[in-house]
Nanobody, 116 residues
Framework: QVQLVESGGGLVQAGGSLRLSCAASGSIFSFNAMAWYRQTPGKQRELAALITSGGSTNYADSVKGRFTISRDNVKNTVYLQMNSLKPEDTAVYYC??????????WGQGTQVTVSS
């Protein structure tokens, strides 16, 4: 059973930065892609950023130029560097690991709150 453990969330003022980490229990080479999703109350979970096993990345338009997703294959960890944070970035952020056509794994989520 794959486990994904997120850390790094918290409270930050607008304009500040946070770095989220997602540690996987096994090798992240086994996943086609890893991603960060976010969700606010009453809304659907939405993709914030994704990185494939080949290193290709994809970002939501709302975070482009401010967020950077990266991976450390030795530490089996994926990161989300979030800069120039805005109050609308406030959400629970979830780590996701994908084996395309087969499995989707999720972490427990970490709260990010950006105050104005």
């Amino acid at each position: 059973q794959v486990q994904l453990v997120e850390s790094g969330g918290g409270l930050v003022q607008a304009g500040g930065s946070l770095r989220l980490s997602c540690a996987a229990s096994g090798s992240i080479f086994s996943f086609n892609a890893m991603a960060w999703y976010r969700q606010t109350p009453g809304k659907q979970r939405e993709l914030a950023a994704l990185i494939t096993s080949g290193g290709s990345t994809n970002y939501a338009d709302s975070v482009k130029g401010r967020f950077t997703i990266s991976r450390d294959n030795v530490k089996n960890t994926v990161y989300l560097q979030m800069n120039s944070l805005k109050p609308e970035d406030t959400a629970v952020y979830y780590c996701n690991a994908q084996v395309w056509g087969k499995y989707d794994y999720w972490g427990q989520g970490t709260q990010v709150t950006v105050s104005s």
